[in-house]
């Protein structure tokens, strides 16, 4: 890696606080706050959101480009790279095999399917789903995406974004209407918002197929932004299912957080 004729560079320099290479780190660091921002930025927009010096980002940009985990698009901007989408594939599937165990439990508590979700750049991924035992159940294909104005898990997982970067992401999706009972105003979907992050759980009513209704919980201290979820009729997923609902859902999300911190699931 380029690095500059001092051997203390900071670029090269081991992270003392965690006994890692700091190099690494804030190459790390540098994708995950381009995935935040859709995916393409420039080099002053990561130098003010990191805070490290525009010298320093250019070098760890440069050797991603050469790598191809980063691209430098024709107006000099810098875009995630095609190399990445293997790992998150692979990861994807990892993550989604780890949490079958605990949707297996979901289903065996609620008698609903049971769902994992992530959100991968402005999109929402369905990664695990175990079916529930129903003659009449809901099914979402695996690797399935949505725009997540339209999800309990898209909900669940944007409540704790800030305002403006929902607004942002809002903008570059739109809002089209899955169902009559789609929100597709900017204002009210802030308002739902607000309401997800103040009870802890989301549900979508109808909005994105009519006839379901869904419940999702984030999993908290995720490595990825993950929700959970159960779905089913709305003649079984009612009001008052959604009182017992809400404690199971987030029992087991709090169980698989650990699980993935621990890298020891069940």
């Known amino acids: 890696m380029p690095s500059s004729s001092a051997s203390t560079s900071d670029a090269a320099k081991p992270a003392a606080a965690s006994g890692g290479v700091q190099s690494l780190e804030r190459a790390f660091d540098l994708l995950e706050r381009m995935a935040d921002a859709g995916g393409e930025v420039g080099l002053s927009e990561l130098s003010a959101s990191s805070g490290l010096p525009l010298p320093t980002i250019h070098r760890l940009m440069r050797t991603l480009v050469a790598c191809g985990y980063v691209r430098q698009q024709p107006n000099r901007r810098y875009a995630l790279g095609p190399r990445l989408i293997r790992l998150g594939e692979s990861a994807s599937r990892l993550l989604g095999t780890w949490a079958r165990p605990y949707l297996a439990r979901l289903v065996e508590e609620t008698g609903e399917t049971a769902n994992m979700a992530l959100l991968d750049g402005d999109e929402i991924v369905y990664v695990a789903q175990v079916p529930s035992r129903h003659a009449v159940r809901m099914f979402t294909e695996v690797g399935r995406r949505v725009l997540p104005h339209t999800t309990g898990v898209g909900k669940a997982l944007l409540a704790g974004h800030a305002p403006e970067e929902v607004r942002a992401l809002l903008g570059r999706t739109g809002m089209p209407a899955a169902t009559e009972k789609t929100i597709t105003e900017p204002d009210a979907f802030l308002a739902a918002?607000?309401?997800?992050?103040?009870?802890?759980?989301?549900?979508?009513?109808?909005?994105?197929?009519?006839?379901?209704?869904?419940?999702?919980?984030?999993?908290?201290?995720?490595?990825?932004?993950?929700?959970?979820?159960?779905?089913?009729?709305?003649?079984?997923?009612?009001?008052?299912?959604?009182?017992?609902?809400?404690?199971?859902?987030?029992?087991?999300?709090?169980?698989?957080?650990?699980?993935?911190?621990?890298?020891?699931?069940?």
């Open 193 to 266: 918002l607000e309401e997800v992050a103040g009870q802890g759980f989301a549900v979508d009513d109808n909005e994105q197929e009519i006839g379901v209704r869904c419940i999702a919980v984030p999993v908290p201290d995720s490595p990825t932004a993950a929700a959970i979820s159960i779905s089913g009729p709305t003649g079984r997923v009612t009001e008052a299912a959604t009182d017992k609902i809400v404690p199971v859902l987030q029992e087991v999300a709090r169980e698989l957080s650990v699980a993935l911190a621990n890298q020891n699931p069940a």
